[in-house]
């Protein structure tokens, strides 16, 4: 079946560092893959986002490139803020989940000045 | 902007209530998704809803169940709330069956129940 697999955190980084989340995934059919961000005693929202091989996600700084030959969705920011520190989870969906969205576990980011 | 609201952002119940968890979406959306968040234990699917009065089990149903007499409109309910049902709980809403696969979810706020 369908599945994601994210680097495990927590994560902690300083002010400006840069920032790699890896993200892989399995799935049988031809994914649209995501990335969702979730504020501290927030839901989720989506970050960004890539329905097709070699489409590049952007948003707020992050970027993610959809990788069909590593099966990959790696999020990264050159500079992240205090502001960033969240939780990150890398999802998919395609027509064999039925509408379902597969997340992650998560990956939680701290940010420290 | 699509709204998907949750009726309640914290809640605290004795053991043995009913509870009832009330979610609305505002953008005519065919699905709607109950989840719940553990730490260590990322996000479970409970329940899910394709059309009104229709639903489906998720990975961890016992001790849930769920009514959508409304589309608009997505209630899971604890029947009877033990402590291990303290958590976050997290409405979802999307497209439709057939549509388009790349829109993904629409989250609501979520709702911190604690069962004392």
């Known amino acids: 079946g369908n599945s994601v697999t994210q680097m495990e955190g927590p994560v902690t980084l300083s002010e400006e560092a840069f920032l790699t989340i890896n993200c892989t995934y399995t799935?049988?059919?031809?994914?649209?893959l995501f990335w969702y961000v979730q504020y501290p005693g927030e839901g989720l929202q989506l970050l960004l986002k890539?329905?097709?091989?070699?489409d590049k996600g952007s948003n707020k700084g992050f970027e993610a490139t959809y990788r069909k030959e590593t099966t990959s969705f790696h999020l990264e920011k050159g500079s992240v803020q205090v502001s960033d520190s969240a939780v990150y989870f890398c999802a998919l969906s395609d027509e064999t989940s039925y509408d379902k969205v597969i997340f992650g576990p998560g990956t939680s980011l701290s940010v420290i000045p | 902007d699509v709204k998907v609201t949750q009726s309640s952002r914290y809640l605290v119940k004795r053991t043995g209530e009913k509870v009832f968890l009330e979610c609305v979406q505002d953008m005519d959306h065919e699905n709607m998704f109950w989840y719940r968040q553990d730490p260590g234990l990322g996000l479970r699917l409970i329940y899910f809803?394709?059309?009104?009065?229709?639903?489906e089990k998720g990975d961890i149903p016992e001790g849930y169940s769920v009514s959508r007499e409304k589309k608009e409109r997505f209630s899971l309910i604890l029947e009877s709330a033990s402590t291990n049902q303290t958590s976050m709980y997290l409405c979802a809403s999307s497209l439709g069956v057939g549509t388009d696969l790349t829109y993904g979810y629409t989250f609501g706020s979520g709702t911190r129940l604690t069962v004392v």
């Open positions: 890539a329905t097709k091989a070699d």
């Open positions: 809803s394709y059309d009104v009065k229709m639903k």
């Open positions: 799935a049988t059919g031809y994914p649209s």
